[in-house]
Every structure is written in structure tokens, then in C-alpha cells.
């Protein structure tokens, strides 16, 4: 039976790396009905595997937790990745990004459920009227030059809780409007619907994102200006303060509905392997094209060299700025796809020891390689998370803390050996750089 | 007819940012918001406000004594030492071990049984002391030369990775059962902690007894490391300013090359930054784990982190301002502590940091450096 599950488990973890490769294969396929056919198909296939026929079924609901959490740090990877790969900004708070878009999530839909309309209405008015704030204090400030970091960011603050308590007030005014569609949920309104709640779980997801990217901006403003490894500690502070606040959710903050420490239970679990996949293939379609963009380049040249970037007249803030938003923002949704599949949020979940786990498997995967940042995504979870933790698991009490003592050690002699990560620049399929052909002139 | 104006006027460019004062005007609040939170909890219970004080100061020398590691070790080979914190913590656990598992602080009176108890003791936890910061110099060196040392010349964030690992390494390791332990272990003290409150007079509290309202309490600890705090201060400003191999050490900051060509072994020095500042990390494990009596492996990563903004805030590379900053990183935290609330504690820690480097860049006393990749 052990010789069995090891070989199905390595079998699990290459087909699902073929997998991948295939999925990015078929996606950069120039044929747009291929293209669409493939990715239906790609769903499809796993979604089979994932049916139950009478008692066989190929992955087991074990699996299937797997692969939603691979979908879920790829997006987290694939965002630290914009962010230190491709621009060169060390950063350890992604992981916080994740919890906090992940807290947001599971809060709009839990106070659903529970005839409560209030979090998804503050946050979505929320988010769109920071956003106007945001760009009107932009529009504002662009008229002067060379205005202190402290100053903009003093007046995006200001401007953002304005917004956020007019958020606020509206929702407290709205909320006795929806309150009889929705019901309580003993007696549950046609807006607590199985239809309704697949939407309001979309939005939620969106809006996580919208929110992570928000706080994002807020604090990268003044710390993207730091530098290389102070910009490391500062977002390391971050991930620190924002795990303190969730320990201190319903104390701190005003929440009673997170529980602080105890975890908060009672996240109705939406996420399907549809939402998942839908989510992923959509980070990497917007990660892609906007690295292989002119912003993307962008972004890489700041990497390369901020001063030759000045001189071409790149705004290295600006750009610095953007990534880490985007990047969060694909933090923000992957919190959103994972709280609504373990259905029970735990601050010890995103405790700054395990917001490491990005940042190893970015570097394993190769810095500023996107293909390189899934396969090491997939891979992590499925072999460490997966295979490792059963096989250690039946070697006695200790095995958490080997796996935590092998892969630094992995780390060390990846960092020594080949620091341009695994899979290096190499680019599989979808992810490649598109060739413009050239036009011969007759 | 630009130039014409400009020879009879003389030019008046304002060098000063537009709208700057937006800016200043909210850090100014927010510093006013402190001061006024300090001195209204001051004036309203004077004597909790000085015990404030004490605990700030028991915090704030133990994050000197690291933060002298961080800040050394930044100032010659520019690495965030991440695994820093790892070896205060391996300090603690090794006095751990020779107190509670060898006796180790007690083997004046095992050698000499007549001696004075007092004599003993001090002999004895000197020893568990001086073992510690032993072991932590060579385990500091070894992490140097195996992970530290291949990657001088790669990117800084490499080396920066690497010492995450690391790090990580030290504290996973040492939570495997055959090494420490994965569990808080209640530490067992070398010696006795002594309280005394300062009400009309200063008296020693008895055990059991709690002291009378609106006393002030300290303990022998507090003492303790205050002055071996001091007294490494006043042997490291000796050792760098006076002793040969602190000429090579500010020769090798300043730079490395030329102290080569200069022949200076660079590497060997390095290697002595590393050892120096493990072995007073070491002393600061032993010391923080007598005064706070609980060690488990991961112990060292906050402190590590806060002694590190500490060194930011007085001025990284300078071993004056680590020290003045961790006393002020003690005062903060004391204070939010007391005043604010215990668990944001960390928020300030890291909003000092923040601030500091937008504010002032270079710290308190610290000299504007060029920026090298």
C-alpha cells in the first residue's frame, strides 16, 4: 500500500507539472478555437478527475484541497514575482496582502449569508470611491514637481478615509433597503440564493483584490521609497503588524465576527475548481501580458538599472508603485479563492515564518520567470505540502519541523549553486515573448 | 534678457519641495499625539509612568546588545544579518543547557566547597556566560564562511536570501527534539532575581508579597544589564578606535579594496565582525532569557528584527547611535505597551523604521554614505 500511494503520488506530481505544461502550450496557441477548446478541455479533464464514479474517484478530496491552494499561491507567486522577479523589489509582505484579501473575502460573504449586506456594499462603494479619491488627489498633485513622499501620502490618506467613512455611511444606509430581499438566515431572502452567492462570492473575490491593491498603495507610496533590503525589513514589518491585527481582529479592529485568534469559522465554502482555475488562468493571462507590454518593459528596466531608466525618461516611482499594486492585487484574489475553500481563516495561517513560502518558491522557480514561478508553485504544494507531509507524517511527531529544516537547507545550496533559480529564464508556451514576424516588403 | 533679469535681482530659487509642509505637519501631529499621550499619562500616575521607564530600559539595552552585531556586520560587508536574532537565541539555549543540565554555574563550590555564595555565583554565571558567547563566535564564523563567504560578490539580495535561510534553518533545527526543543521552556536562572520597590525607602519585596500601591519596582536584572550593556559599549569604542584590528574593521567599511591593496586580510576581519557581534548577542540571549524566564527557538526573531531598527535609527554602521537607538526603540515600546496596547507594540517598532528611513535616512548619527548596488 505505501509503494503504491509513492508511485500514484509521484505520478500525481509529474502528470500535474505535464499538466501545466500543457495548459500554457495550448494557451499560447495561435489558433483562437484551439486556444478556447484547449482551456475548456483543461478544465474539464481535472473536473472529471474530480467526479466521483460511485467509489472511484482519480483525486481524492485530499487532492483536490491541493490543487486549490497550487491555484491559490501561484497567483500569490506569480504577484511576488512582478514584484521582486521582474522589478527588482525585494518584498516579504505579500503574504500579508494574501491575508488581508483573504479576511476581506471571507467577511463580505460570511456577513451574507448571515443577512448582514453591509460588507459588500461598504466595501465595493468603498473601493470605487477611494479609487476616484485616489485619482483626483493624483490629478491634483501632478501639477506640482518634486512633492515630498510624505506630503502625497499625507493627502492619499486623508483622502482615503474620507472616502472609506462615506463608504461606510452609505452602507449603513443601504442596508435596510436590501435587508428583506436578503432575509436572516434561519429564513433566507432570494438574494441568499445558491445563484446570488456564487455571485456575491465573485465580487467578494474581486473586491479583495480591489482592497489588497488599495492598502497596497497606501503603504508602498512612502516604503517603495527605501531601497532594495530596507524596502525587505519594512514589508517584513508589514506581514508582522498585519498578523497582529488579526489576532486582535474583534478587539483592535472592530470585527467580533473574525474572532481574533481563535480563527474565524462559518466561511461558506464557494470555491470550486471552476472559480480556482477561472481565477489562476486569469492571473496569468493579465501577468503575462502585461510583463510582454511596454509597461512591462518598463518594469524590467527598473530592475535593470534605475539610473539608465531615469535617463529614458521612465517615472522609476510610478513604476515601482504599479507593480507592487498589481502584484498585490493578485495576492488580494488568491486570499479570496483559498478562505472560501478552507472555509476557516486562522491568523496563524499567515504568520510571517510561512509568508517565506513565496518568496522560496519564486526563487526556486527562477526570478522573472513566470513559467518557472507556476511549475514551483504546483510543485511546492504538491510534493511538500502533499507527498512530504504524508510520508513524514507517518515517521513520528517531528516531521512539520523537518520539512521547515530541509527546505532552507534546499534554499541554501539553490541560493549557492544556481541563483538564477530551477527553471532560469526559460519560458514555456503562453508565457514566451510573442515574435512579431517580420514583414518582408515585396 | 533672462540673464539681464537675473543680474539685477539675484536669484531666490526656493530649494524647499513644493507643499512640503502637508507632510511635516502630519508627522508633527502624530509626534505631538505622543508627547501629549506620554506627558498626560505622566503627570496622571507618576510612578507607573517611571516603571514605564525601567522596563524600556531592561528592553532597550538587551536590543543594544544586538543591535551592535547588526550594525556592524551592515557597516563592513552591507548584509542584514537575518540569522542574527537565530544566534541570541542559540546564546540563551546553550546557558540553558550549562545551567540546567551541567550545573555549570555552580562549579566554583563543586571545585572549592568553601567558597562564598556570592563569589560563587558570580564566578559560576560569568563562566555559563562566557561558554555561551564561545559557542555563538564559532557558530557565527562557520555561518559566515559556509553561507555568507560564496556570495560576497552576487547580488545583495542573494546574500539577504541566504541569510533567511539561514535563519530559518537555526530555528527549525534547533526545534527538532534531539537538538532544543519545540516548546517554551521555562529557564532555569543561574541565579536568583532580586525585586526591590522604592516606596519612602528602598526595600527588597519578599516572595509572595506583592508591593504596596504606587511603588516602583526593579530587580537586580535591570542592573545587570544595564552595566554589562555599558561596559561592552565602552569595550567595543576601546576595541575599534584603539586596537589594531578595530583600524582594519573601519578600514574594511570604509573600503574593502584599498584595505586589501593596504594588507589588510579582509577576510579574517569580516570574520571577526561576525564573531564579536555573535558573542555579544550571546551575552544579550543570556541575559534576556534570565530576565524574561521562557526560551523557545523562535525567541529571537522580534528582538533580532527591532534591534536591527534600532541600528537603522541611530545610524546603521555606527555603534554610538545602535546604542541610542535601541533605547529609544525600549522607551517606544515600553510605552506603547504601557499607554496604547501590548499587542502594537510591533506596528510601532516597524513605523519607527518607516519613518526614520523617509525622515532621516541615516539615522541619528549616522554620515551620508554613497549608495552602492
Known sequence: ??????????????????????LLWVMGHANRWVKIGGIVLAFAVVQLALTPFGDFQILTAFDQGLLYQACAMTMVALGLNLIYGFNGQFSLGQWGFYGIGAYCAADITYRW???????????????????????????????YRGIPVMSSFTLYLLGTVAAAAVAVFIGNALQPLLQPALGTPENPGWLNSEIALQVVFFLAVILAGAF?????????????????????????????????????????????EMKGGRGMIGIPKLTTWFWAFAFMVLVIIVMRNFIHSSTGRTVMSVREDETAARAMGIDIAGTKLLSFVVGSLFAGLAGGVYAHYIGFLSPGTFDFLVGFNPLIIVVFGGLGSMSGTVAASFGWIFFLEGLLRVILSQMGTEAPTWRFVLYPIALLLLMLLRPQGLLGNTEWGFLKAKVIPLKVEK | MQQAASKTTPPTISHRPPLAWIGQGFLLLLAALAVFVIVKNMIDNPPLFIQMVISGLQLGFVYALIALGYTMVYGIVKLINFAHGDVFMVGAFISFYSVAKFNLHQWPAMVFPG???????IIGTTTVILISMVICMALAVTIERVAYKPLRDAPRIAALITAIGVSFFLEFFGALNFVFSPRFIPYQRPFDVVAWYIKDGIYQVQPGQAPPEGAITFSNIVLIIMIASILVQIFLQFLVRKTKIGVAMRATSYDKQAARLMGINVDQVISFTFAIGAAFAALGGVLYAIAYSSIWTQLGILPGLKAFVAAVLGGIGSIPGAFVGALIMGQAEAMTMGYISTPMRDAVAFSILIIVLLVRPTGIFGEPEKEKA
Open chain 1, 1 to 22: 500500500m505505501d509503494t503504491f500511494f509513492l508511485v500514484a503520488s509521484l505520478v500525481k506530481i509529474i502528470a500535474i507539472l505535464a499538466y501545466i505544461y500543457g
Open chain 1, 113 to 143: 449569508i448571515n443577512g448582514d449586506s453591509r460588507g459588500l456594499i461598504v466595501v465595493a462603494f468603498g473601493v470605487v470611491l477611494v479609487a476616484l479619491a485616489i485619482w483626483g488627489i493624483g490629478k491634483f498633485l501632478s501639477r
Open chain 1, 212 to 256: 489588497a491593491a488599495i492598502v497596497s498603495f497606501l503603504f508602498g507610496l512612502p516604503v517603495l521609497t527605501l531601497g532594495s533590503d530596507y524596502f525587505g525589513i519594512a514589508t517584513l514589518g508589514f506581514t508582522i503588524v498585519i498578523n497582529t491585527l488579526m489576532i486582535n481582529s474583534d478587539t483592535i479592529l472592530p470585527f467580533p
Open chain 2, 115 to 121: 567558597m562564598d555564595g556570592l563569589l560563587v555565583t
